[in-house]
Structures are given as structure tokens and as C-alpha cells.
């Protein structure tokens, strides 16, 4: 078996949680063009790539990245925990947003809705998370558990993907 060789990006995540807002607001450039990387958002074969930490496999059951279709997704660790995850995609406009709903099966009725926009950079692009929760509590709660680290490793890993 080949082992991929990790290469130092001068690419970062920046994540920035507001004291008192319910948001989550989420940003990072990629060195690709903003076609690529909605490609990478939409595609079933390519979501499975990157979405989530390394340490889970993601069973995909569902993904129709279109406007009025839908998502469902698990990720399952090496002690057979399953975390199952959902949503409705509300807008897909290619290349430039991603309107969509994301609940954890851990936490039902805390719906987010989350908003990805991609900026042209001139050949690169930026991608820009805001993501809505019901309130303050239930955002400080998918903080404590620890989301920021995932969102970070995912990102990382799609940045290898587009390489």
C-alpha cells in the first residue's frame, strides 16, 4: 500500500465564534480555481474524500447536491460508534453557493444552516462557511465537542484532494 505524503500548506483555516451570536463563521483559500473546489463540495465520489476526520470512514447513503435535493451521511470510528449526519440542500448555484441545512443525528431538532460561498481569488479560490445555529447554546455545545478541530482536519484534506 502507497502512503500519501503530507505536504505544508501556507493555507489555513480561520475560524471565528463570536462571544453571544449563534454563528460560526468559517474561511479558507484553496489553490485551485472556484469550479474545482465546488466540484469537490458536490460530487459524491469527491465528498467522501475529504468530509470529516481521518480516523472515520464515511458511509455516504445519500447525496444529491442540487437545489430541493438532499444529504445523509455516517461516520463510523474503529470501536463501531456511528455518527449520522443530514441535511437539505436549499440553493446550488455553480460556482458561487451552497445554501444548505446540516443536523447531527446526536443532536435532533439543533438544525444549522449553513451558507458556502466561493470568491474567485484569479485562479484560486476562497471558501466561506457561515453556518446559523437555533441559538447561542446550541453552538457553544457543537464548539465544545470539539467541531472546530474536524472542520480543520477536513479542510486539510480537501486542500490534498485539489492538488
Partial sequence: MRKRRRTTSTN????????GTPFIDTSRDFDAAPERVFQAFTDPELVVKWLGPRRLEMRL?????RTGGSYRYTHLDGQGNEFGFRGVFHEVQEPLRIIQTFEFDGAPGQVTL???RFEDLGGRTRVVQHSVFPSVEARDMAVASGMDAGIKESMDRL???LR
Fill in 114 to 116: 449553513d451558507t458556502t
Fill in 159 to 161: 486542500e490534498e484532494l
Fill in 12 to 19: 489555513t483555516t480561520t475560524i471565528d465564534v463570536a462571544a
Fill in 61 to 65: 447513503e445519500s447525496y444529491d447536491a
